[in-house]
Structure formats: C-alpha cells, structure tokens
T-cell receptor, first 111, second 113 residues
Framework: EDKVVQSPLSLVVHEGDTVTLNCSYE??????LLWYKQEKKAPTFLFML????IEKKSGRLSSILDKKELFSILNITATQTGDSAVYLC???????????FGKGTLLTVNP | DADVTQTPRNRITKTGKRIMLECSQT?????MYWYRQDPGLGLQLIYY???????NKGEISDGYSVSRQAQAKFSLSLESAIPNQTALYFC????????????FGPGTRLTVL
C-alpha cells in the first residue's frame, strides 16, 4: 500500500522565519511528487517534482526531491501571515497514476 | 468562470437520505476524481474515472457510488447517508499522461444529521 507521511503535522512561526516542511513516501513505481497549498478552500498546486536534486522555486517557496532517500522538502523563506495554510504532499505511482496524499502540515504564521 | 465546479457547495441532510453531489469541468480533461477530506486525515480517494467508460474504486468507496455521464461530468452518490459521511468533498480533474497535476473544485461541505 502506498504511503505518504508529512512532518511536522503542525507548526507555528513568526513572520520572517524560515520553515522546512517534510514529506517521505513509499510508493511502487514512483512517477512524481506534488505539493499543494490549502487555505480555507480547495488545494492549489505549488510544485511537481520528478527528478532528484533539481530545485523548483517560486518566489519565497522552493522544493527539492530525493528519490534515493524517498523524501521531499518544501522551504518557505521570510514567511508572511498569508503563508498560513495546510500544505499537502501527494505522490503519483503505481499502474494507474492516482495520487496518494499525506495528512498535511498546518502552518500558522503569526505577525 | 471556474474550471471545475461543484454543486451544491453546502448540504445538510438526514440519516438514510439519498444524496448526489455533482462535478462539472471545462478543462477538457479525461480524468476525474472524488475525494473526501476529514480534519487531520488529508484527502482520501473515493472513486476515480479515466474516461467515460472507466470507473475505479479508491481507498474508501464503501457507501458511495459514482456516475460519469460525460467527459465533463462526474457525480458522486450516497445511497443512504450516515453521520460518519459528514465531510468536505472535493472533485478533481487531470490530463492523461505520466505526470498529472490535479485541479480541484471548490468543495462541497456535507453534514449528515
């Protein structure tokens, strides 16, 4: 059975801090790892990672994948209150391309 | 206009009632999915469909059924709703291919009393 584990489950920081969110996985026939941000609505796509060691970057957010150690990290630098959300990690694998989601990390950024 | 729409957005119903949640998309994607989200449990896959003639069970299909009426429409039914089906339900779509970013609808909040 495919498994995705995110840590920590929740995190409280102050504006300006840097945070690192973790995602480890066990999946047969790995295809890609995706990060989503969920505020009080539908998840919105952040990154898709398919290759080890290649950093994806968008503004203050960046992510990297390690296919040997089976994990990914999502970094957010200079956090802002608008970064407060649940961050979901999902992995695509197996023969049918469906996504398996982790439980998410709840990030709270206080002013 | 939103690419993936869900109706209704909120629904309160009683135990034993039949409920249908509907999803429509204008993205032209072949693949559609239904998830439920409970606090602290992430997104769990209920059913998915890779084209109009294809329906597959996900992790938690018991108590649910689906219908893919057209490429753009995928509905989820609860034949006899029970309180532990109270949750937030999301529809999602993706392109066909090896790496599939999924696009989510706005969600339906269902409460079963």
């Amino acid at each position: 059975e495919d498994k995705v584990v995110q840590s920590p489950l929740s995190l409280v920081v102050h504006e300006g801090d840097t945070v690192t969110l973790n995602c480890s996985y066990e999946v047969t026939n790995f295809r890609s790892l995706l990060w989503y941000k969920q505020e009080k609505k539908a998840p919105t796509f952040l990154f898709m990672l398919t290759s080890s060691g290649i950093e994806k970057k968008s503004g203050r957010l960046s992510s990297i994948l390690d296919k040997k150690e089976l994990f990914s990290i999502l970094n957010i630098t200079a956090t802002q209150t608008g970064d407060s959300a649940v961050y979901l990690c999902a992995v695509s694998g197996g023969s049918n391309y469906k996504l398996t989601f982790g439980k998410g990390t709840l990030l709270t950024v206080n002013p | 206009d939103a690419d993936v729409t869900q109706t209704p957005r909120n629904r309160i119903t009683k135990t034993g009632k039949r409920i249908m949640l509907e999803c429509s998309q204008t993205k032209g994607h072949d693949r559609m999915y239904w998830y439920r989200q409970d606090p602290g449990l992430g997104l769990q896959l209920i059913y998915y469909s890779f084209d109009v003639k294809d329906i597959n069970k996900g992790e938690i299909s018991d108590g649910y059924s689906v219908s893919r009426q057209a490429q753009a429409k995928f509905s989820l039914s609860l034949e006899s709703a029970i309180p532990n089906q109270t949750a937030l339900y999301f529809c999602a779509t993706s392109e066909t291919g090896l790496n599939n970013e999924q696009f989510f609808g706005p969600g339906t909040r269902l409460t079963v009393l």
